[in-house]
């Protein structure tokens, strides 16, 4: 298995709703990533699990929560959400460790907030 | 801090044409990685290369070529007899050595679009 699964695909969610983005591998990558994605923009780190702690939170607002259960498992929870906050939202894994062998991506979930 | 710059936003070709993206980087470690990736409408992230900061030799897959300088900071891909398939955006990328989860820094994109 060299995928990696993301659910839901699509997500509408009002502002006062509270939703998960759930993303999950199964190659045994200890590096889990959650990027946001605006149209017309490159995506943008969010958060980085190494060895299933969180290690990178690049000022991420509080209304976006990530969880990592497991070391195949990735979570983010959504609270109080902003339409600004519509966008691709994309996961990745990588191996993890000094050596960098690439980083894989699901297919996202696009999300919007009305 | 690392950074790449994709200097072309839009680039159009007419089928069959060459056509270079160009990608010059920026970073502080003697050991870096770079990759290209594709992301068509659907939206998904296809990989296409990555390359080791101290393997500077240039790569062809098919129609796809890599050229890696290490003297220029650039990693630009060429694309050989171009196909409408080949229409999407093209994002470079960096990441640096580290021990835990390396931090993968996108340039802004290139958007190709190849005209039958």
């Known amino acids: 298995d060299t995928e990696v699964t993301q659910t839901p695909k699509h997500l509408v969610m009002g502002m006062t709703n509270k939703k998960s983005l759930k993303c999950e591998q199964h190659?045994?990558?200890?590096?889990m990533y959650w990027y946001k994605q605006k149209a017309k923009k490159p995506p943008e780190l969010m958060f980085v699990?190494?060895?299933?702690?969180?290690?990178i939170n690049e000022s991420v607002p509080s209304r976006f929560s990530p969880e990592c259960p497991n070391s195949s498992l990735l979570n983010l929870h959504l609270h109080a959400l902003q339409p600004e906050d519509s966008a691709l939202y994309l996961c990745?894994?990588?191996?993890?460790?000094?050596?960098?062998?690439?980083?894989?991506f699901g297919s996202g979930t696009r999300l919007t907030v009305v | 801090a690392q950074k790449v710059t994709q200097a072309q936003t839009e680039i159009s070709v007419v089928e069959k044409e060459d056509v270079t993206l160009d990608c010059v980087y920026e970073?502080?470690?003697?050991?870096?990685?770079l990759f290209w990736y594709k992301q068509p409408p659907s939206g998904e992230l296809v990989f296409l290369i990555r390359?080791?900061?101290?393997?500077?030799q240039n790569e062809i897959s098919g129609r796809y070529s890599w050229n890696f300088q290490k003297s220029t900071s650039s990693f630009n891909f060429t694309i050989t007899a171009s196909q409408v398939v080949d229409s999407a955006v093209y994002f470079c990328?960096?990441?640096?050595?580290?021990?835990?989860?390396?931090?993968?820094?996108f340039g802004q994109g290139t958007e190709l679009s190849v005209k039958p």
């Open positions: 990745a894994s990588s191996q993890g460790g000094r050596v960098n062998y690439g980083y894989t």
């Open positions: 190659m045994g990558h200890r590096a």
């Open positions: 699990y190494s060895y299933e702690k969180l290690s």
């Open positions: 970073t502080r470690d003697t050991t870096y990685y």
């Open positions: 390359r080791n900061s101290f393997d500077e």
């Open positions: 990328a960096l990441s640096e050595d580290l021990n835990q989860g390396g931090k993968l820094i």
